[in-house]
């Protein structure tokens, strides 16, 4: 089946510093990749939705200027946590497939733990 | 909107027991449903998905059927074993739209 790849798997950062995360679909092409964000105790939210070649779309109430997310390529998407604080800290998780809007089955990436001190 | 709720929240079961874990999401104008594990700190790891005008799906010992009137999907777990013990979510993919995820049932098969 299609694999999908994230890292780093756990970072941990100062407040007030920045963190990448890599999205990369390793045996297939993905023209569009979404960005979950998991709360503790609390189901994945769709923070983003990530088109190549194009700006990124992002959920209500997820800010742009924050959670930076960068679709370069068919195979990889990242997503830059920007000035981060402790609230951000949480688990990002990553899907690609389907195409924006459609929703096709998706295969996700394991996650990555942020956690901000 | 959509919204997906599951029961129960937690269920603690001997090793070897037949178990169900409920789905119920409020627009039954779905495209799929697709039920997930999640191992703590894990990512997610893809069990079944039904499409729209499927009833039901089958892998091993996981069965997934899906009523879209009612608005209700289930899966089924036969002969449960502790390698079960995860977080199982299903989640809803809408016309326009993304998944949308339930809050999860946490599962604990005891030996």
């Known amino acids: 089946g299609a694999v999908v790849s994230q890292h780093p798997s756990r970072v941990i950062c100062k407040s007030g510093t920045s963190v990448k995360i890599e999205c990369r679909s390793l045996?297939?092409?993905?023209?569009?990749m979404f960005w979950y964000r998991q709360f503790p105790k609390k189901s994945l939210m769709l923070m983003a939705t990530s088109n190549e070649g194009s700006k990124a779309t992002y959920e209500q109430g997820v800010e742009k200027d924050k959670f930076l997310i960068n679709h370069a390529s068919l195979t990889l998407s990242t997503l830059t946590v920007t000035s981060a604080h402790p609230e951000d800290s949480s688990f990002y998780i990553c899907?690609?497939?389907?195409?924006?809007?459609?929703?096709?089955?998706?295969?996700f990436g394991p996650g990555t733990r942020l956690t901000v001190t | 909107k959509q919204e997906v709720t599951q029961i129960p929240a937690a269920l603690s079961v001997p090793e070897g027991e037949n178990l169900v874990l409920n789905c119920s999401f409020t627009?039954?104008?779905?495209?799929?449903l697709q039920w997930f594990r999640q191992d703590p700190g894990k990512g997610l790891t893809s069990l079944l998905l039904i499409q729209s005008s499927q009833r039901e799906q089958t892998s091993g010992r996981l069965n997934a059927s899906l009523d879209k009137s009612s608005g209700r999907s289930t899966l089924y777990i036969a002969a449960s074993q502790p390698g079960d013990s995860a977080t199982y979510l299903c989640a809803v993919g809408n016309y326009g739209q993304n998944f949308v995820f339930g809050p999860g049932t946490r599962l604990s098969v005891l030996p």
């Open positions: 045996d297939f092409q993905a023209t569009t």
């Open positions: 627009d039954s104008a779905i495209y799929n």
């Open positions: 899907s690609a497939g389907g195409l924006a809007g459609v929703a096709d089955e998706q295969y």
